[in-house]
């Protein structure tokens, strides 16, 4: 198993490391700050090639494989961007964009994906209803089939990108009676009548990415938004999922890294007792303990990465064990890394305050840690 | 139109330099290197003409091995082709060697336009460019903010900035120009363009491959020596002006400007 990165891998990190810092990171402070979504900076991703990396290149896309996908993901974190950024760029390309495309029929690929690829049109993906989050299959969301349309009624909640989105991916029950199996998954456009968001969600952290509930009222949209088959939206989920606990979690594995720099400089430039606090053995454990987390949750990631990349189309279990690993064991070191800073971690312009509210998200989102474990114990 | 952009690798900004212990280099092992920032801007001004007017780009680059890392990223910007002047017996040339070099790797190609940086930011000498355009007998326009290729191809306009004013200079063609900040800004090697880059020409040529005699070249060959290299002197910490009121601040600052620091 070779570890290194490909020489074009190890160039294009520093190119987005560079691009990220340059045009993007100088922005994402206010934006954390004011809870606003940076439109222009999204913009600029698209530009650049992120938002649709691993997309085709008739559809707007540069080819990527995962691996590569991870790694410039890794680079927006190390750049230091805010985790609403990036959340906001992961819910647009993984959740909805890959999903469109690797379960849309080619009208469909071709009708969305070079838009959402250049961050022309912003996605968002819809599964967790205000009834329904860890309890996937009991989702009350129903889409019913009239005709050449599907009518669809109820609603979402915490949904990514929701208010700012032009192309939703829904999950919604075709047949009430059954459990997953019942669920089916729909394309439905910004501005079809029935279809409305909410207002943004006043978060804890990830505040530059709107978070918003989706509400469907009669909500009728042709039957070609169908993805995939009536029923087969379970699995599509599930394989979403498996992008969301690896991509998704690159920009934060880079975050730290990020988290990590601030804190040995500012460990040796921090003098108290007549010396860097850097000499303090308590001081230097936690920078350790940051290191390890890094280095444990990369492994993790860029493991899901090589597995798909093999062609192994789904991971449960190694993407569960990352999932939760980065969420769980990512608190103490985005901690530590706040005590190190003093009273000055506490305020906004050392940042490690806003990677700590940022990384609450890590054990909540995309599953819980709860049902992560629950996920761990039934595959072993 | 075809160009030629000369590409040095320089350590990065960022890098904390540290001076080695002969007091006339600096320490090497952590340094981070990449492509000179004003080297930057005559890639881009190249690709700009280039997909304006067609023709092929090439980057020339000397030094050691790793500065083939600063020739693929030119590639990947858009370059067309590269070569890398890579000898043992170049290591510690001066900049005249190092243009006499680039002459020779440089003579033989078709070219309409030379870029260079205007000046390297390691060393900060500003004379290869100049050099090497004396050397391969063309005219040299220094520090261009603004470079626009007549329609029909045949000549240039150069904008300089000097003391607040702009100096602008015709030339015909071939010329060697050199870059300043302001020209343009650089663009990101994007993903696809990083993929094609792994497939395009990159020549080695060794001094010998040149006809040059490696005597020339090196420590030995130096027309110029470095002395002494030493760090800026260490700042001394700042002070806070204490005081009830503005006022008083104010007039203690004044008091400060005037006797410690006796600038007014
Ligand atoms: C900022 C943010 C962005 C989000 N973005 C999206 C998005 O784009 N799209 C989307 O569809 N969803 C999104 N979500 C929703 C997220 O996936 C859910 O919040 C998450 O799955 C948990 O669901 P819930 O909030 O309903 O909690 P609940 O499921 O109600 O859980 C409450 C608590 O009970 C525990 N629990 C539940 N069941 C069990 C069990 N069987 N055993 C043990 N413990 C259990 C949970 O672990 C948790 O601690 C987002 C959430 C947030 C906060």
Not at chain 1, 290 to 312: H, M, N, P, T
């Amino acid at each position: 198993m070779d570890f290194a990165l490909t020489d074009e891998q190890k160039m294009f990190k520093e190119q987005v490391i560079r691009f990220a810092t340059k045009e993007i990171k100088p922005r994402c402070q206010e934006h954390d700050l004011k809870g606003e979504f940076d439109f222009e900076s999204f913009r600029k991703l698209g530009e650049f090639g992120i938002l649709g990396l691993h997309f085709p290149e008739h559809l707007g896309g540069s080819d990527a494989d995962v691996m590569t996908c991870v790694v410039a993901g890794e680079a927006l974190g190390e750049a230091g961007l805010d985790g609403g950024l990036t959340l906001a760029y992961g819910a647009h390309t993984f959740l909805c964009a890959d999903t469109i495309f690797a379960h849309g029929t080619q009208a469909q690929q071709e009708k969305y994906i070079p838009d959402l690829a250049s961050g022309e049109k912003i996605g968002c993906m819809g599964l967790t209803e205000p009834g329904a989050g860890s309890d996937v299959a009991s989702i009350s969301t129903r889409a019913e089939k009239r005709g050449d349309r599907y009518v669809l009624n109820g609603s979402k909640m915490f949904i990514t990108n929701g208010p700012i989105a032009d192309v939703a991916v829904v999950y919604a029950k075709t047949d009430r009676d059954q459990k997953h199996a019942g669920i089916s998954a729909f394309i439905v456009e910004k501005g079809t009548p029935g279809f409305s968001a909410g207002k943004p969600l006043n978060k804890m952290g990830v505040r530059s990415s709107h978070t918003s509930e989706l509400i469907f009222e009669d909500c009728e949209i042709p039957a070609e938004n169908l993805l995939g088959q009536e029923g087969a939206g379970f699995l599509m989920a599930m394989r979403t999922v498996e992008w969301d606990r690896s991509t998704l979690m690159a920009p934060f594995v880079g975050g730290m890294t990020y988290v990590l720099r601030r804190c040995v400089r500012y460990a040796l430039e921090r003098h108290q007792f007549g010396r860097p606090i850097a000499e303090f053995q308590a001081i230097k454990h936690k920078l350790a303990e940051i290191k390890i987390f890094i280095e444990a949750a990369r492994s993790l990631v860029y493991r899901i990465a090589w597995c798909k990349d093999q062609g192994r189309p789904l991971n449960h279990l190694e993407a569960a064990v990352a999932k939760l690993f980065i969420g769980d064991w990512s608190l103490g070191p985005a901690n530590d890394a706040v005590t190190l800073h003093g009273g000055y971690g506490y305020c906004h312009e050392y940042e490690v305050e806003r990677n700590f509210r940022d990384s609450r998200l890590a054990p909540i989102g995309g599953g819980t840690s709860e049902i992560t474990k629950k996920i761990i114990s039934k595959l072993i | 139109m075809n160009i030629v952009v000369c590409i040095k690798q320089v350590p990065d900004t960022e890098t904390q330099i540290k001076i080695a212990s002969d007091n006339k280099s600096i320490v090497t092992d952590d340094i981070k290197w990449v492509m000179n920032p004003y080297d930057e801007f005559g890639v881009e001004e190249a690709l700009r003409l280039k997909e304006k007017f067609g023709g092929e780009v090439t980057v020339v680059g000397l030094g050691p091995k790793r500065v083939t890392e600063s020739l693929r990223t030119a590639l990947a910007m858009g370059a067309d082709k590269a070569v890398l002047i890579t000898d043992d017996a170049l290591e510690g040339s001066d900049s005249l060697a190092v243009a006499k070099a680039l002459a020779a790797a440089i003579k033989d190609l078709e070219y309409d336009l030379i870029f260079t940086g205007q000046r390297g930011v390691d060393d900060d000498m500003g004379v290869a460019g100049a050099s090497l355009a004396e050397l391969l007998g063309i005219p040299h326009v220094a520090l261009a903010v603004k470079v626009e290729v007549a329609e029909d191809g045949k000549s240039v306009k150069v904008h300089r900035p000097v003391e607040g004013q702009t100096l602008v200079i015709e030339s015909g063609l071939p010329v060697l120009i050199t870059a300043q900040k302001g020209l343009n800004e650089p663009r990101y090697a994007s993903l696809p363009g990083i993929m094609k880059a792994k497939k395009k020409p990159l020549d080695e040529k060794s001094l010998s491959d040149l006809g040059l005699d490696s005597a020339q070249f090196g420590q030995e060959g130096r027309k110029v020596k470095v002395l002494e290299l030493t760090p800026p002197p260490e700042r001394a910490a700042g002070k806070i002006v204490e005081g009830e009121t503005p006022q008083e601040k104010a007039a203690e600052l004044a008091r400060l400007l005037h006797e410690e620091a006796k600038v007014i």
